[in-house]
């Protein structure tokens, strides 16, 4: 359940509240257990897909056909026309097809964002978290602070680049078919039923443990450094007991989707991106946290560029597929909200290598189940791809408009997901930023 | 230390004073001599002297020192001069130069301040610049914070140190009230340093992975200098030589090269010495040696795994030769020389010699002495040309030209650098610059560029790399540093190209390609092996002039034959494609027809041309052809076009094409294409002999070109090694592996949360920096001075914080500065290899498998390292350093298995021998009173299996309560299996027993208390061991009545006790034992172990003297802090508890969920693949935890394991 002012009794909460938080951590003694107050959490989830590297919008959600007297944008666009859903448009390569026909409606495409950058580790900031400059937190990670802060894996991170600006620790998986192993490592792996300890043991290891932490806490000169090390070790204690719920919801290791490896020319790809998203909803079916981030890597395509988005698009297409369909297993498809982004975009031309190089102009997918604001576009670009201003109240094009950033999703978002409150109160608000009703159901970019 | 800032308000005054004095007589002199170097310099030289201090002392205080007071500092007269010349220049030279300087960015964009390069000149022109009509200090000042817009970003903000220097510079030079430097209040106000042995002890884990020796801690204490001595004198050993590899490697990321990134560079063709031993070698194991599995076995494939191994080594084992032999650290960028390990050493012909052949006679070879690099140079390596000749089928050699002379430039000339930043035709060696740049240098040329990019820029076709002001910004700084890789090719060979001359790419060289609307014709038929094609299309000219239209050959027109080909030879079936006529149509009327054979003499015919790489000769990149099907041009996987001049209208375009597919081509297509107006690329700037591309700057660096007379890499890595970032650079690039986080960035954005806070620590680290830096270079260089440079500072040592100082912002401020950070997997192995003795999943046996030997924290597969934040190099590149719950079930998984391994090792070593049990046995513990051991012969006269008894006594003394009085039969041989030699029948066990039959206690000779064995039953003294193992309850022995004696008997090797409460005082306990026997036992004695136990710890145990100084050694050693004699205590005290849990329930090492692999594993036993009689009996004796003291102690090892002080540092 979500529950909007649950962020203001978390202790995160109320440490970045409060002056120095020493006062508070000191006289913090006692443990958080699993199953003493702190729920399964039930609420909103949130997933980000990056597409690392920069992906070719054109070549997905915003298609260009070529325009003559001007340089070819497309090679798919000698002998074929873009496809269509509703208002939404796509590119007809790869899977694309398939893709926006099952998901069109639970769509929305934001089309002509810009990154104002040409740089993968700006791009990436920018659009991921709302600034480009360093500071902010990501979504991911702002979502997580605002809606399970102190649940265990409240904010898992797969793949992509991850910002905290503080707010919140993040967990960072590797292979997702090993998880069972250490979601409780007390147990025996061939006899759960066994403990690879007597229990007594493990409980009187843990109270010297949980006794040398609050000794250490006592010491009112530890330095930021030590205090917040500290802080973080008895939060990820207290979290261990919860993770064994992950434990009981992992399928068997030969139930995990194995990775994938494409060859596109000389060049070898690997994705365990069903993987991520297999391990990232089940930390959420467990109730252990509500944001994650994943990635697909290899979009930096400066050569071979529509071989290599083609493989990694019919890729992206049957991975969503897999991510909702799995979403739906597990009961908790209605909750997630998706946002699928990238760097930026690619040239609206080729190179001599038949690659595109640094574009920044980009789109962001935002899907969700049975959502009242999908089957929309908002954003344009022109013929050649470049950025169309909309106004910010219609979202019709208006070239006295405004382009649109990262910054404005984000803030659109935010609000969206209800997390302006932890903005406000960790102040990282996006007040410069104009609002854009991105998620008004009447209003959307006609072109 | 003192703070790198303004002090006091009182300097401040001073320094205005002077200057509101001297400005009345200076602002004459400007007024009159405005531009005159001489009267500048007499200006500077002669007027103004101003107080400074704070910043300007580099001296090194004793971190002892927390005081603050201002009357301690020093002060240091400077002239504007010399402020400039002291701290201003080096902000010009490291950042401004880079664009203000005549031709560079900001020269292009019209920027007026320009710096001519040498401090003098360039404090001149900053003079004269101030002193323009319309600029001024604050202008001045407000560019370089970009509170005007300033094209280059922000590089100094307002506060920041490098602006203050600016600030008071201006002050100094005009007179300017340009609001001075901020003050920050004192950022180490309140901090204390740890003590000597504290910081000796974590730096001995940080650079070395050991424990400290008693001796070297007592040395350390005596002064800050004995301190320093004892850091440097870490700095060797394996321990070392990881700390330098691990620490490069989380920087240069080389590790990824070994985790999936695809790394093509050629091991085998372009290295005949490589290849010739390869060859030479079986390519698969000998059946004969199926069963030997010591060492691995050396195949053909093996030697190329090998050869790759070490060249990916090749960078981090420099580094580590460079640091590890104190040589200057510039040669990390300009050695003539690389490291080289057996096999490289083969492959790059370096003629290294090495103690230890690491191939034995038989083909095995041993990994472990593949981690022994020797500096030698790359003299295998081939060129690719017409004089190239590899033929798998003959293996005892292949004919080249000869040996490339590789020009080694330190790390940046080594294949694992360039691979793991590969280039493309289009990259062309930009991303080595701009890691060149960020590591070397420490400019990240991404985030020097504006934050916005205008779409049209990046829109732009005219060379916008070289043209467009966006770009040009990073471009102008990156690409003259990739051109000095010139000779390189994407993946790191050198000049890769066919020839052997340079490096470019193909499609730079073969640029000019038809472009356009390209169309795909598709061929249907597989049956025919060359088909004639008539290909049409309409078009529309809508102005008059010249009209382009061009066929072009399949892009792939190869297919390979992957059933045939192998790793050294392609086959496969190629499909070509012919012009025979090209004819133009209007209205249909044919207005031209040209024909092959008119081709060539047509001027409106072109083709793709060759450059002959031996000569420069160029050529036509096609031929006319003649056989059966007729004339037609081939063009070998290019172009042909031809250019016709029409006027308005419809046209139509017929092609006659001959495609033909060699026999046994597998697929039912092929592609041809034909484009119309699309015209041309640029033309080829190639010409014969170019070694970098014409459409790019010239290689060089910060607006100079490379030098002739060496390699530009070569060239470049001087320049590098001479510019003053790369002290800088290399203090940020160690910063992570002694700090334990990056070195913080300025913070960008004022109107972010604790932004004052952060530009506070920037700034203060940043001065730690230079500082550093600067003794770095009077050290010449010496990477091990610098080291202990940085774990002698402050930023290193601060161990805590009057918490009256803090406030929200110091929170902040303070949150990456002194002790307490999350260890590293790698870092974290290294602590519990040096506290416990080994590291988690370390195993013996077969180390000539493994590099280095492997644990579950390390090793590249299966291990955990990834899910404890570590990185691969590849897909992870950033530590996580904060503790989640993920991490910490690591960190558990880790204790479970590792605890009670160590207990079992530790008590299997002589203690002489041990890592931390040094001042225990497994029998020491904090309840036994008193302990005996009585060895009850065999009656000989007796016959029967009762054999004999007597009274034994034990004096002891206690401070009164409970106390336990317990015997145990621990008899080596209790039961014996008695078989008939004869018959393969099971014989019979006997077995013998203890058995008591009653007890005193006396104090001062009188009977406190007394109890026999036929009152035990109804005692509330009494206790037992109540196996529930068969099926109910049953005691674990049994009362014998007989020859009017009664008797109570334990199970063999089991045990009972008798429990009391006893006033404090001394007494002295009887038991009234006997033994028994069963018939036909082959031994004559039993053993019964006695022991008067408190429950609860008492000072007259014997053994809690020796436990509690154990413990305090432990956690010492464990945590690098001493414990408070109440966390000993605390520890002792659930030791004992635990213990005593143990014996009650039954615990031990074999029941209760105490599985450990030490049990049945015997890997565990280091270095003991054989064991004799004695071991044997030691690891029987070690499955006997009498007083639970072997469970504790794995509980103990468990939480120090487990604990925030020993994961973190």
């Known amino acids: ?447 | 230390m003192q703070a790198p800032h303004f002090k006091t308000d009182i300097c401040r005054r001073l320094a205005l004073a002077s200057v509101i004095f001297l400005m009345f007589f200076a602002g004459s002199v400007l007024a009159q001599h405005h531009g005159s170097m001489n009267q500048f310099s007499s200006l500077f030289n002669s007027v103004q002297t101003i107080r400074a201090n704070g910043d300007t002392d580099k001296g090194q205080q004793d971190p002892d020192d927390n005081t603050d007071d201002p009357s301690e500092e020093t002060e240091t007269l400077y002239t504007a001069a010399e402020y400039y010349a002291e701290f201003v220049d080096p902000i010009v030279q490291g950042k401004c130069l880079v664009c203000h300087q005549s031709g560079l960015v900001a020269d292009s964009q019209g920027a007026r301040l320009l710096f001519p390069g040498d401090s003098d000149s360039n404090q001149q022109a900053l003079y004269e610049f101030v002193n323009l009509p319309d600029t001024g200090a604050d202008w001045l000042l407000g560019k370089i914070s970009n509170e005007i817009s300033h094209g280059g970003g922000r590089p100094s903000p307002n506060g920041s140190t490098d602006y203050n220097h600016f600030s008071e510079y201006l002050t100094l030079a005009i007179g300017a009230n340009t609001g001075g430097p901020v003050k920050d209040g004192g950022f180490w106000d309140g901090t204390a340093v740890e003590s000597r042995e504290t910081t000796l002890r974590r730096a001995a884990f940080l650079l070395s992975g050991r424990v400290p020796s008693e001796s070297m801690l007592e040395r350390a204490q005596t002064s800050e200098e004995a301190l320093r001595t004892e850091i440097r004198g870490l700095m060797n050993g394996d321990g070392f030589h990881d700390f330098i590899v691990n620490g490069a490697n989380d920087r240069l990321l080389i590790s990824g090269l070994n985790a999936g990134i695809d790394w093509q560079f050629d091991f085998w063709s372009r290295f005949p010495n490589m290849y010739q031993y390869a060859m030479s070698l079986p390519s698969e194991r000998p059946p004969q040696y199926d069963d030997y599995h010591q060492k691995p076995f050396l195949t053909s494939r093996d030697a190329e795994q090998e050869f790759r191994f070490a060249v990916s080594q090749e960078p981090l084992e420099l580094i580590a030769y460079v640091i590890e032999n104190g040589r200057p650290y510039t040669e990390i960028v300009t050695a003539d020389y690389t490291l080289v390990n057996a096999f490289s050493n083969i492959g790059y012909r370096a003629y290294a010699s090495f103690d230890k052949e690491a191939v034995d006679s038989q083909g095995f070879y041993d990994r472990t002495l593949l981690t022994e690099y020797k500096p030698g140079q790359n003299k295998g390596h081939i060129p690719h040309d017409d004089d190239t000749y590899f033929d798998d089928e003959q293996p005892s050699y292949f004919d080249f030209s000869g040996y490339h002379d590789w020009p080694h430039a330190g790390v940046l000339s080594t294949p694992a650098w360039m691979g793991r930043y590969p280039s493309t035709d289009t990259n062309r060696n930009r991303a080595r610059a701009r890691w060149t740049y960020f590591h070397f240098l420490g400019v990240d040329i991404e985030k020097s560029a504006p934050r916005s990019t205008d779409q049209a820029a990046l829109a732009d076709k005219n060379n916008p790399t070289m043209n467009n002001s966006a770009c040009t910004v990073c471009h102008e700084r990156m690409d003259p540093v990739a051109g000095a890789y010139q000779s390189f090719g994407d993946q790191g060979h050198y000049l890769d190209q066919w020839g052997g001359k340079d490096s470019l790419a193909d499609s730079y060289k073969r640029k000019e390609k038809p472009m356009g609307e390209l169309q795909t014709l598709t061929r249907n038929s597989i049956l025919e092996p060359w088909r004639w094609q008539k290909f049409t299309r309409q078009f529309d000219v809508t102005a008059t002039g010249s009209n382009h239209v061009s066929l072009s050959a399949d892009p792939e027109p190869c297919v390979q034959d992957e059933e045939r080909s192998t790793d050294e030879e392609w086959v496969g079936w190629c499909s070509h494609s012919a012009l025979q006529r090209v004819a133009i149509y209007r209205n249909g009327v044919l207005l031209e027809s040209i024909s092959a054979s008119q081709f060539e003499s047509d001027d409106r015919f072109s083709i793709a041309t060759w450059i002959d790489q031996s000569n420069g000769n160029s050529g036509l990149d096609g031929h006319l052809g003649h056989d059966d099907q007729g004339e037609a041009m081939y063009h070998f996987s290019r172009w042909i076009a031809f250019d016709f001049s029409l006027v308005p209208g419809e046209y139509m375009l017929e092609l006659d094409v001959l495609t033909r597919l060699d026999e046994g081509f597998p697929s039912d297509s092929t592609y041809v294409g034909f484009s119309w107006n699309g015209g041309f690329s640029e033309e080829a700037l190639y010409q014969y002999g170019d070694t970098w591309y014409r459409d790019m700057r010239t290689p060089g660096f910060e607006g100079k070109d490379a030098a002739e007379g060496m390699d530009s890499i070569q060239w470049l890595g001087r320049r590098i090694a001479e510019d003053p970032r790369f002290p800088d650079a290399t203090v940020k690039f160690w910063w992570p592996a002694v700090f334990g986080d990056e070195a913080l960035e300025v913070p960008e954005n004022p109107n972010l949360p604790n932004y004052q806070a952060k530009l506070t620590a920037y700034n203060e680290q940043q001065a730690l920096i230079t500082e550093l830096a600067d003794r770095f270079v009077a050290n010449n260089y010496n990477a091990k001075e610098l080291f202990a440079d940085m774990l002698m500072s402050r930023w290193y040592r601060t161990s805590s914080v009057d918490a009256r100082t803090l406030n929200a912002e110091r929170e902040v401020a303070l949150e990456t500065v002194g002790s307490g950070r999350l260890l590293t997997p790698e870092e974290l192995d290294r602590k519990t290899k040096a506290v416990f003795g080994r590291a988690w999943g370390e195993r013996a046996g077969e180390q000539a498998h493994y590099y280095r030997p492997t644990t579950n924290l390390t090793q590249d597969w299966g291990g955990y390292s990834a899910f404890y934040g570590g990185i691969d190099g590849a897909t992870v590149t950033k530590r996580n350093r904060d503790l989640t719950a993920l991490m910490s079930n690591v960190v558990e998984k880790m204790a479970i298995d590792l605890s009670c391994q160590v207990v079992q090792e530790e008590f299997f070593k002589p203690r002489q021998e041990r890592s931390v049990l040094k001042y225990v046995e497994k029998s020491t513990d904090a309840l036994t009173l008193a302990d005996e051991t009585f060895v009850l012969d065999r009656n000989p006269e007796e016959t029967e299996w009762r054999q004999f008894h007597g009274e034994y006594s034990v004096p002891f003394r206690t401070d009164g309560g409970g106390i336990a009085f317990t015997l145990r039969d621990t008899s080596p041989e209790g039961c014996v299996d008695i078989t008939d030699e004869n018959s393969d029948q099971y014989g019979y066990q006997t077995c013998s027993h203890i058995g008591i039959e009653g007890l005193e206690i006396r104090q001062n000779g009188i009977v406190v208390e007394r109890i026999t064995a036929s009152e035990f039953s109804s005692s509330e003294h009494f206790r037992i061991w109540l196996d529930p193992s068969r099926g109910h309850v049953m005691p674990s022995g049994w009362l014998h009545r007989d020859r009017d004696e009664t008797i109570w008997f334990a199970h063999t090797n089991e045990w009972f006790a008798l429990d009391y409460v006893l006033k404090p005082g001394s007494y002295e306990v009887s038991f009234y034992l006997a033994s028994g026997m069963d018939p036909d036992h082959p031994v004559n004695d039993v053993t019964v172990e006695a022991k008067v136990m408190s429950n609860a710890p008492d000072s007259n145990a014997r053994g809690s003297r020796q436990l509690a100084r154990q413990i305090e050694h432990l956690y010492e050693t464990a945590t690098t802090k001493k414990p408070s004699e109440q966390q000993v205590q605390a520890i002792l005290g659930s030791m004992t508890e635990y213990a005593a849990e143990s014996q009650t329930k039954g615990i031990n090492s074999h029941s209760g969920g105490a599985h450990c692999d030490g049990w049945w594993n015997l890997d565990f036993y280091q270095n003991r693949e054989e064991f004799t009689d004695e071991d044997w009996r030691r690891i029987e004796e070690l499955e006997i935890d009498s007083n639970g003291m072997m469970r504790a102690w794995a509980m103990v090892f468990h939480s120090i394991m487990t604990s925030h002080a020993y994961m973190h540092d």
């Open chain 1, 1 to 447: 359940m979500d529950r909007p002012n649950h962020h203001r009794f978390s202790r995160r909460g109320f440490l970045r509240a409060s002056a120095t938080g020493l006062g508070a951590l000191a006289a913090s003694p006692s443990f958080r257990v699993w199953g003493s107050g702190l729920e399964p959490y039930q609420g909103k989830l949130l997933f980000t897909l990056q597409l690392d590297g920069g992906a070719d919008v054109t070549q997905l959600c915003d298609p260009k056909v070529n325009t003559p007297g001007e340089r070819k944008i497309n090679h798919w666009a000698d002998n074929a026309d873009p496809g269509e859903w509703g208002y939404i448009r796509y590119a007809p390569v790869a899977d694309n097809a398939r893709l926006f026909n099952r998901f069109g409606a639970d769509m929305l495409v934001v089309n002509g964002v810009d990154a104002q950058t040409g740089s993968h580790e700006t791009g990436k900031l920018f659009n991921w978290t709302g600034s480009n400059a360093e500071g902010l937190p990501s979504i991911t990670a702002m979502h997580a602070a605002a809606k399970s802060p102190d649940h265990p894996l409240a904010y898992s991170v797969f793949g992509g680049s991850s910002r905290t600006a503080g707010l919140i620790t993040y967990n960072r998986f590797d292979d997702v078919s090993r998880l069972r192993e250490l979601t409780d490592p007390t147990r025996q792996p061939w006899n759960p039923q066994e403990s690879m300890r007597p229990e007594e043991e493990l409980v009187r290891s843990r109270q010297l443990v949980a006794q040398s932490i609050s000794d250490m806490f006592s010491n009112p000169d530890l330095t930021p450094r030590q205090r917040r090390a500290l802080s973080k070790h008895r939060d990820a204690r207290s979290g261990q007991e919860g993770l064994s719920l992950l434990a009981e919801s992992l399928p068997n290791s030969d139930s995990f989707q194995n990775g994938e490896n494409f060859n596109v020319g000389n060049w070898q790809f690997f994705s365990n991106l069903k993987q991520q998203m297999q391990g990232a909803m089940l930390v959420m079916k467990a109730g252990l946290g509500s944001a994650a981030d994943l990635s697909l890597d290899g979009f930096d395509s400066h050569e071979n560029h529509d071989d290599i988005h083609a493989e990694l698009y019919a890729h992206l297409s049957d991975a969503l597929h897999f991510f909702w369909d799995y979403a739906e297993s597990l009961g908790i498809a209605d909750r997630i909200l998706l946002l699928v982004g990238s760097d930026f975009g690619r040239t609206n031309m080729y190179n001599d290598g038949n690659g595109k190089d640094h574009w920044n102009i980009g789109s962001y997918m935002l899907m969700e189940q049975g959502a009242p604001w999908g089957g929309r576009v908002v954003g344009a670009t022109d013929e050649l791809h470049f950025a169309r201003a909309i106004n910010p109240t219609t979202l019709e094009l208006d070239s006295r408009g405004v382009v649109i950033t990262p910054a404005h999703v984000h803030k659109a978002i935010r609000s969206y997901l209800g997390l302006d409150a932890t903005a406000r109160l960790n102040g990282l608000d996006l007040n410069s930023t104009e609002d854009i009703p991105l998620f008004d159901p009447g209003k959307m970019t006609y072109l």
